[in-house]
């Protein structure tokens, strides 16, 4: 049996082999739509590249391996991947996920697949038990994040599978907070590992690409068929960058959790600071689950400054100079969102209020930069 390497090899050398035509060690970008056949279903392995292209199975690889699972699929977008995945679904199954969630999924399920006969209940899953009071004979999917976003709840993963196991029901984990280098849900015993590969895993903000990592063959064989005849595939150079981005994820996510933990407790410390979201805290809700089913904390931390109402905190943020004002997360740069008014706009104020997301909430996603700097920025702008 090969030895499996340890995160921080595999991340450069899990799956990859130097390219076969040349032995180049990057896989190249084969900027190819189509590829030549010696007769009609001959070939070398790759007919068209919404079906197979070889960068794209490079990351494909790549990403099977560091979240230790047998087969991965890359997609579009985030988003697409999670369509791909409720598209495993027929109408009348429910989906049971958790209460605070990224706005895009929210709108996905609310907006597009509930016309489709597809219900969804939205719980927190702070405590397993209230998932227990929702299932039923209906429910197909369990969707979690953790972290959540913005909130930063942890949701206990192995509880959530140890709940349903023996049952006709997937659990799948959006793991884009988190990344592959703190959390590996698979080895929980989840069915569905999703990324916004986006963020962390490419983290230099230059490409937009979803991930799908499963172990079951059969789900991996129906995630396949609907990856190539919806088509929702992510191109050649995404492919490309977002396996350059994996390569030095390890050490960029090391330096995202130490800049993390320092910002977090000088908020936790600052007067002007009247609460502080980071699961490193041991007064965190399930800050002991976090320590069990985490490597580290991460690099999102989200507070709300004291007696701050929506245009206090607007100013706060167009105050940052370093901390870029910004949609997304995961990236080297340090940024800076208002959820309630960019990524979580979409759910309605009476819902995302009841999570925990008020008009006066700050998310960062704190960078690699100098810590110094950064806590210099955040002073002058908190004032």
């Given at each position: 049996?090969?030895?499996?390497?340890?995160?921080?090899?595999?991340?450069?050398?899990?799956?990859?082999?130097?390219?076969?035509?040349?032995?180049?060690?990057?896989?190249?970008?084969?900027?190819?739509?189509?590829?030549?056949?010696?007769?009609?279903?001959?070939?070398?392995?790759?007919?068209?590249?919404?079906?197979?292209?070889?960068?794209?199975?490079?990351?494909?690889?790549?990403?099977?391996?560091?979240?230790?699972?047998?087969?991965?699929?890359?997609?579009?977008?985030?988003?697409?991947?999670?369509?791909?995945?409720?598209?495993?679904?027929k109408p009348g199954d429910e989906i049971i996920s958790t209460d605070?969630?990224?706005?895009?999924?929210?709108?996905?399920?609310?907006?597009i697949f509930k016309d489709f006969g597809l219900n969804f209940q939205?719980?927190?899953?702070?405590?397993?038990?209230?998932?227990?009071?929702?299932?039923?004979?209906?429910?197909?999917?369990?969707?979690?994040?953790?972290?959540?976003?913005?909130?930063?709840?942890?949701?206990?993963?192995?509880?959530?599978?140890?709940?349903?196991?023996?049952?006709?029901?997937?659990?799948?984990?959006?793991?884009?907070?988190?990344?592959?280098?703190?959390?590996?849900?698979?080895?929980?015993?989840?069915?569905?590992?999703?990324?916004?590969?986006?963020?962390?895993?490419?983290?230099?903000?230059?490409?937009?690409?979803?991930?799908?990592?499963?172990?079951?063959?059969?789900?991996?064989?129906?995630?396949?068929?609907?990856?190539?005849?919806?088509?929702?595939?992510?191109?050649?150079?995404?492919?490309?960058?977002?396996?350059?981005?994996?390569?030095?994820?390890?050490?960029?996510?090391?330096?995202?959790?130490?800049?993390?933990?320092?910002?977090?407790?000088?908020?936790?410390?600052?007067?002007?600071?009247?609460?502080?979201?980071?699961?490193?805290?041991?007064?965190?809700?399930?800050?002991?689950?976090?320590?069990?089913?985490?490597?580290?904390?991460?690099?999102?931390?989200?507070?709300?400054?004291?007696?701050?109402?929506?245009?206090?905190?607007?100013?706060?943020?167009?105050?940052?100079?370093?901390?870029?004002?910004?949609?997304?997360?995961?990236?080297?740069?340090?940024?800076?969102?208002?959820?309630?008014?960019?990524?979580?706009?979409?759910?309605?104020?009476?819902?995302?209020?009841?999570?925990?997301?008020?008009?006066?909430?700050?998310?960062?996603?704190?960078?690699?930069?100098?810590?110094?700097?950064?806590?210099?920025?955040?002073?002058?702008?908190?004032?």
């Amino acid at each position: 049996m090969k030895k499996k390497l340890h995160f921080n090899t595999a991340t450069i050398h899990g799956g990859q082999s130097p390219d076969k035509a040349y032995g180049a060690v990057m896989p190249p970008i084969y900027q190819t739509s189509t590829y030549a056949q010696k007769s009609p279903g001959k070939h070398k392995g790759f007919e068209y590249s919404r079906t197979h292209n070889p960068t794209r199975e490079a990351l494909e690889k790549s990403l099977a391996n560091i979240e230790s699972g047998n087969f991965a699929f890359a997609f579009g977008s985030g988003l697409a991947a999670m369509d791909a995945v409720l598209k495993t679904l027929k109408p009348g199954d429910e989906i049971i996920s958790t209460d605070d969630l990224y706005g895009g999924s929210y709108r996905l399920f609310t907006k597009i697949f509930k016309d489709f006969g597809l219900n969804f209940q939205f719980v927190s899953m702070y405590d397993t038990k209230n998932i227990s009071n929702v299932l039923n004979d209906k429910t197909r999917l369990i969707w979690i994040e953790t972290p959540t976003n913005p909130m930063m709840n942890i949701i206990d993963i192995k509880s959530v599978v140890d709940l349903v196991k023996g049952r006709d029901i997937l659990v799948a984990v959006d793991n884009t907070f988190a990344s592959s280098y703190i959390q590996q849900p698979l080895k929980m015993g989840v069915d569905i590992v999703m990324h916004s590969a986006t963020k962390y895993l490419a983290g230099h903000s230059d490409v937009i690409l979803g991930a799908l990592i499963v172990n079951d063959k059969n789900l991996a064989e129906r995630l396949r068929f609907i990856q190539n005849a919806s088509g929702a595939v992510c191109g050649p150079m995404d492919s490309f960058l977002t396996l350059r981005g994996i390569k030095t994820l390890h050490v960029r996510m090391q330096r995202h959790c130490e800049n993390t933990a320092q910002i977090a407790n000088f908020l936790n410390e600052s007067p002007k600071i009247e609460k502080v979201f980071w699961p490193g805290f041991k007064f965190h809700p399930n800050h002991k689950i976090a320590k069990n089913q985490m490597k580290d904390f991460g690099g999102m931390v989200s507070f709300v400054t004291k007696g701050a109402d929506y245009k206090s905190a607007i100013k706060i943020v167009e105050r940052l100079k370093i901390f870029t004002l910004a949609e997304s997360l995961g990236g080297v740069e340090s940024l800076a969102g208002h959820p309630a008014s960019m990524t979580h706009a979409s759910i309605p104020k009476q819902i995302r209020e009841k999570s925990g997301v008020v008009d006066a909430l700050i998310r960062l996603s704190v960078g690699i930069e100098h810590i110094d700097d950064l806590i210099a920025d955040l002073k002058q702008a908190i004032g």
